[in-house]
């Protein structure tokens, strides 16, 4: 079965400082990858998507991911966080063709200044 | 652009009556919208992908008479959680997909609704 797996709930990290969240997928074949963002109050933003090519894909805001099929993996980075970065993210996982995708559980970014 | 408007924000209803959530594309026309329901500290569970003009379809385990969804136009789709129950508050979240879209499953979601049933 698809699933998706964000290990950390909550994230602290000072501005300026450097920004990974985790995300591990399950699937049965090579997936579409993306992060979404969600501010309180509002609907998600898509910050970055990975269908294939260069496993290293740039989004917007500042915001990269780095596909790592051996891992499983397409964690999420920014260099420098700001205070604006504070919201929750999640991963999401779908198929190469169809609708359906599976959300992981979200990793609520708290930037202290 | 690509912006999905969803109404009434928050809603607060008594148990036993019906409640409708619509989910609007202000600037595309979507073929396809979905709905998902989103539980505290939990992911966004889809419920239905609906098409226009066609019934939606339902993920295993929602009950389609419960959660109607009708997508009459290219720009809205509603949601109405009919006989609601206090186990129905929860936060729903609508998206839209554009249609032609050439870009694989970009979807497009609204700000969400807030289901408080007392």
């Known amino acids: ?113 | 652009g690509a912006v999905v408007s969803q109404h009434p924000s928050r809603v607060i209803c008594k148990s036993g009556t019906s409640v409708k959530i619509e989910c609007r594309s202000l600037d595309f026309q979507a073929t396809t919208m979905f709905w998902y329901r989103q539980f505290p500290k939990k992911s966004l569970m889809l419920m239905a992908t609906s098409n226009e003009g066609s019934k939606a379809t339902y993920e295993q385990g929602v009950e389609k008479d419960k959660f109607l969804i009708n997508h009459a136009s290219l720009t809205l789709s509603t949601l109405t959680v009919t006989s609601a129950h206090p186990e129905d508050s929860s936060f729903y979240i609508c998206s839209a997909r554009a249609s032609g879209s050439s870009s694989y499953n970009e979807q497009f979601f609204g700000p969400g609704t807030r289901l408080t049933v007392l």
């Open chain 1, 1 to 113: 079965a698809q699933s998706v797996t964000q290990p950390d709930i909550h994230i602290t990290v000072s501005e300026g400082a450097s920004l990974e969240l985790r995300c591990n997928y399950s699937y049965g074949a090579t997936p579409y990858l993306f992060w979404y963002v969600q501010s309180p109050g509002q609907g998600l933003q898509l910050l970055l998507k990975y269908f294939s090519g260069d496993t290293l894909v740039q989004g917007i805001k500042g915001f990269e991911a780095e596909f790592k099929r051996s891992q499983s993996s397409f964690n999420l980075r920014k260099p420098s966080v700001h205070w604006s970065d504070a919201a929750e993210y999640f991963c999401a996982v779908g198929p190469p063709y169809g609708n359906k995708l599976v959300f992981g559980a979200g990793t609520i970014l708290r930037v202290k200044s």
